[in-house]
């Protein structure tokens, strides 16, 4: 029974995130550094399985994608190759009265400041949003060099030493997950647009005949992913097709999430055409085409790219799991009270399994079967407060199962299992244990 509105969810989740330590600002005590975030012990946790399941269901799981793992600064002569130097930005204009800055595309009039009101703004201008470094001993134009932008471009730059190394063959993808930088003019909704972030791209190569069955394959294979692996309901998720499709694209969609805020972009589903690589051989100059051996043609591979955002589909993920119930409870004076549940698809939750011994007393056994559970399973001994309360504190985190070694464990050689969304308990072999938990997970 949800008892949270829209529009109080993301405060509920940011303050949640904070509580509990999932996500905070970077530089808290400096007054924070708008646009950076830091995650927390849960949140780098579950940051790391979303991570984790990403790679395996695009890298490990396929015998069709490899992957990489490229610097943050490369080569300058990379981003214009890209157009990031002359034409990555936003257009953007201040109000002269609030002070307030805008991205023009996001006003719903551009010509009347949305804080203030006023239509005294600056004319609209160029704002390049690729973040500046010098590389060397001299801080001069000739030592510029930029953080990368998006994940993707070392994999084209890198796509033929690959292709030799690994002797593949087209089609197949290279895969990438690392952060990228971009000096967001109005960074904002949490995590969702930020100034440092961690792309999990894709670039799929193939050649052009037949690329755009490789693109709806792909569209379909990662909505399938949202929907199976992250649990993600049919009415949270859907395809947005791009209105304007750059010059070279075949076919562009963004998969969209409904954010407490609005619908948002999570993923982008491009069909790149030829351009990147044909702009990476024109400012190498070196020979990127392919040649294939089946039709002894040689030509340049066509792309196609998944690219989602980690932080983003950790922000879905959150968004998704949030629930506040009505419980019973035996505080004074209260039938009833809330209970804060985050119903996190067990495989990424931060803490699958919780041990809890039901006294101190108990302590040394509890601990023991959390090390034969570590191997298998992020385990947290919870070891404070009376069970209810920690149940309560298990539950704001996400953990799917809590494991209470009590007395009666001593004699029966069992413990209860309780499970997070249906708060059965269940008396289960501790020899079993492993395997009731691992069949549960398992999807
Ligand atoms: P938007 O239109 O929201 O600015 P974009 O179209 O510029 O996004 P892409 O360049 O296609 O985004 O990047 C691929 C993915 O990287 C996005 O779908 C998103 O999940 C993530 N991403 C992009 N910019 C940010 C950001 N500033 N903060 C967090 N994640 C981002």
């Known amino acids: 029974m949800a008892i949270t509105t829209e529009g109080e969810l993301m405060d509920k989740i940011v303050t949640l995130c904070k509580r509990r330590g999932f996500v905070f600002q970077s530089s808290e005590i400096y007054g924070g550094f708008n646009g950076f ?17 990403w790679w395996s269901e695009m890298v490990e799981k396929r015998d069709d994608v490899v992957g990489l793992d490229s610097t943050v600064i490369c ?8 157009g990031h130097i002359d034409r990555f930005g936003d257009i953007m204009c201040d109000c002269k009265h609030c002070k307030a800055r805008h991205r023009v595309d996001q006003m719903p009039d551009p010509k009347v400041c949305p804080n203030c009101g006023s239509t005294d703004l600056t004319p609209p201008r160029e704002f390049n949003l ?41 089609p197949f993808g290279i895969a990438q997950i690392g952060k990228s930088f971009r000096n967001e003019i109005t960074p904002r909704m949490f ?16 050649p052009d005949k037949g690329s755009m069955e490789i693109w709806e394959h792909w569209r379909d294979t990662r909505y399938k992913y949202y929907r199976e692996k992250l649990q993600f309901r049919e009415d949270e998720i859907q395809f947005h097709p791009h209105d304007k499709l750059a010059h070279y694209a075949k076919a562009a969609v963004d998969i969209e999430f409904k954010f407490p805020f609005g619908w948002g972009e ?22 990127l085409e392919y040649f294939d051996p089946a039709t002894g043609e040689k030509y340049l591979p066509t792309v196609v790219e998944t690219s989602v955002g980690l932080d983003r589909t950790f922000l879905a993920v ?3 799991a949030y629930d506040e119930q009505k419980a019973p409870t035996k505080k004074e004076g209260m039938e009833e009270d809330v209970r804060i549940v985050l119903h996190i698809p067990p495989r990424i939750a931060p803490v699958q399994v919780a041990v809890m011994p039901l006294s101190k007393k108990l302590n040394d056994k509890a601990l023991a079967l959390r090390k ?14 009376n069970i209810g309360k920690r149940y309560r504190r298990q539950d704001e985190i ?14 029966d050689n069992a413990v209860t299992v309780r499970d997070r969304d249906t708060m059965q308990q269940e008396r289960i072999k501790i020899e079993d244990v492993a395997a009731y938990i691992a069949k549960k997970i398992e999807f």
């Open 37 to 53: 975030w830091d995650y927390g012990p849960y949140g780098t946790a579950m940051k790391r399985a979303i991570e984790q399941l």
């Open 75 to 82: 080569h300058p002569k990379v981003w214009k190759a890209s």
């Open 130 to 170: 690729m973040m500046k470094t010098y590389v060397g001993p001299v801080f001069d134009d000739e030592h510029v060099a930029y953080l990368r932008a998006e994940t993707c471009q070392p994999i084209f730059v890198d796509f033929h030493l690959i292709r030799v190394a690994t002797r593949m063959q087209l």
């Open 191 to 206: 995590t969702f647009r930020s100034r440092e972030f961690t792309q999990m791209e894709m670039e799929y190569f193939c």
């Open 266 to 287: 999570l993923e982008g589903i491009h069909h790149r055409g030829t351009w990147d690589m044909s702009r990476h051989q024109e400012y190498s100059s070196q020979n």
């Open 318 to 320: 959150l968004s998704h």
């Open 372 to 385: 034969d559970l570590w191997d298998s399973f992020r385990t947290e001994a919870d070891v404070t407060g």
């Open 398 to 411: 996400g953990t799917p199962f809590c494991v209470t070694y009590d007395f009666d464990s001593e004699s």
